[in-house]
């Protein structure tokens, strides 16, 4: 029996005349996956379809085999903790989450213990019984993480999960993302930061102007665009004698020795080709080849290529 | 009611005990509880004040203090105080989180949006429960307090005890009527006050249409509750009075229609703050 997973089909999302996503089609699996894009490209609004707070205006969503517009079943499965930097008034970090877990249905008791080891792990349980109006941007943050996780559900929708903390704290949230996908969980992040999402993910859905334009493994995305360069670095120890042989292939658009003379960059727009003939040269040459790596496969890259110039404001 | 239907139902309703405990939280004890305080405050002044000017020649028979008090409950009472407690506390329910940008928490809970209507009309209904009643109560004592003891005699006899209750049972029908009124009207309308304020003209101006028309107000089916009739002045137009049972019948009949209305716009609710 094959794993269940969140599957979109061709959901789109207007807004009167205006376009939330256009004909998304999706199939995201357990494990930790990056939803990146620029701000205003559609992510929240994915994610808020994903989640019910949105009715889609087309297509169908399914979260392990579960409708979004059925409530009951869908938040003992999932957890999201929204963009929105607002909260109940007067509430106290711990009241907010006994609140949670008691609409899923625990006891007072159970409520009470659960929350307590909640916010030990989201490193809160010295603020719980403040107001969380109190609470700085950071901590605010974790308190929404908190009650997304507090029930530990299945899959756990997280947007811009990162803002606000500072680096230690990004780091532990980064740990325990990577800690949940690997309890088998569905972890779906959004950033418009790239390079959290390339660090975090496993797995990566690119949107812009409420279009996927990616989707799929970093390195598998980044082999798909065949129409831009792909950049690899070879270290080896006479990086000019392979430079010579790499020029005479025609789908290589640039090589470049790098600063310590120990390696070189190639660029070449048919990636297959490149690894299947720089093995016959590296066999031909003799040279002692110590790395030969992808050198742009950060989402980053990927993402400028897709998305070019018009996108790169909203990126950093 | 096989088993997975009963642990739903089992499910459902603690889920309604605690969104209704919360929203009597919020609506009682919470700093925005103020205005509501200072509302039920007014009616309290204003007895208290009748209780110390009234003339010495007024406090002889208490018997009067039955009519004046029955005259201040339908015109004061009724269509000012417990409208608009009502209509703060029911609005507020849902209209409330909208505003305050919270509502995505309640919505993220595994509860059927139906469900969640029920359970906040509850905890409204609980609230304004609790808030109007010790007023009324409070009222009744001092609308007799300037009779002295004839009057504090008539009010614990089993007669003024009985007209109490009467007046207590139309707050609560009315709570529950108008509950469901305003808890509709907070879900559809970006400012339900305003629909607010059309219908108490609406309520305000029954005595003076035809039967018909009266039919479509609540207070026409509260007033078949009231102990002592009330003169409603030379311009009224009277109509045929409803029988209790038909009262509450439509009293009740309606709530349900109107929740019913709004668990159907709730369950189709974004949550898009930036256009509310």
Known sequence: MSTPSIVLRDVSKFYGEVLGVNRVNLEIPAGLTGLVGPNGSGKSTLMHLLTGLLRPSRGEISILGVAPDRPEELFRLVGYCTQYDSFPHGVTGISFLRYALALQGMGAEEADQRAWEVLEKVGLAEAANRRIAGYSKGMRQRIKLAHAYCHQPQVLVLDEPLNGLDPMGRAEMIDLFAELAAEGRHVIVSSHILHEVDVISDRVVMIHGGSVVAEGEIRAVRSEITSHPIQVLIRCDRPHAVASRLFELSHVVEVRIVDDGLGLLARTRDAGAFFRELNAIVIETGVDVETVAPADESVHAVYDYLIGESAGGGAS | ?276
Not at chain 2, 18 to 35: D, G, H, K, Q, V
Not at chain 2, 37 to 46: E, G
Not at chain 2, 208 to 216: H, V
């Open chain 2, 1 to 276: 009611m096989s088993p997975a239907r009963a642990i739903a139902a089992g499910a459902w309703r603690n889920q309604i005990k605690t969104l209704a405990w919360n929203e009597l939280r919020r609506s009682l004890f919470s700093r925005r509880s103020l205005p509501l305080y200072l509302l039920v405050a007014m009616p309290l002044v204003l007895m208290a004040l009748r209780a110390v000017f009234l003339p010495e020649a007024a406090r002889v028979d208490p018997s009067k203090a039955t009519v004046e008090f029955a005259e201040v409950f339908l015109f004061f009472l009724l269509r000012f105080i417990v409208f608009f407690a009502n209509a703060v506390i029911f609005v507020r329910l849902f209209r409330g989180e909208i505003l305050e940008r919270s509502l995505h928490y309640t919505l993220l809970a595994p509860v059927p949006r139906e469900v969640l209507v029920l359970g906040k009309y509850l905890g409204g209904v609980l609230s304004a429960v609790l808030l109007l009643v010790p007023t009324i109560c409070a009222s009744y004592f001092l609308t007799y307090l300037p009779h002295g003891a004839p009057g504090l005699q008539l009010m614990v006899s089993s007669s003024g005890l009985g007209i109490l209750a009467r007046y207590i049972l139309i707050v609560v029908l009315a709570s529950c009527a108008y509950g469901g009124l305003f808890i509709l009207a907070g879900l559809y309308f970006k400012n339900p006050m305003v629909p607010a304020i059309l219908f108490l003209g609406w309520e305000t101006l029954t005595p003076f249409l035809p039967a018909f028309l009266k039919s479509l107000s609540f207070v026409h089916y509260l007033v078949s509750f009231a102990p002592v009739p009330v003169s409603l002045g030379a311009f009224a137009l009277l109509a045929r009075p409803v029988a209790w049972w038909l009262a509450l019948l439509a009293l009740l009949g309606s709530t349900a229609v109107l929740l019913f209305l709004a668990g159907r716009v709730a369950a189709r609710l974004e949550v898009t703050y930036s256009a509310d």
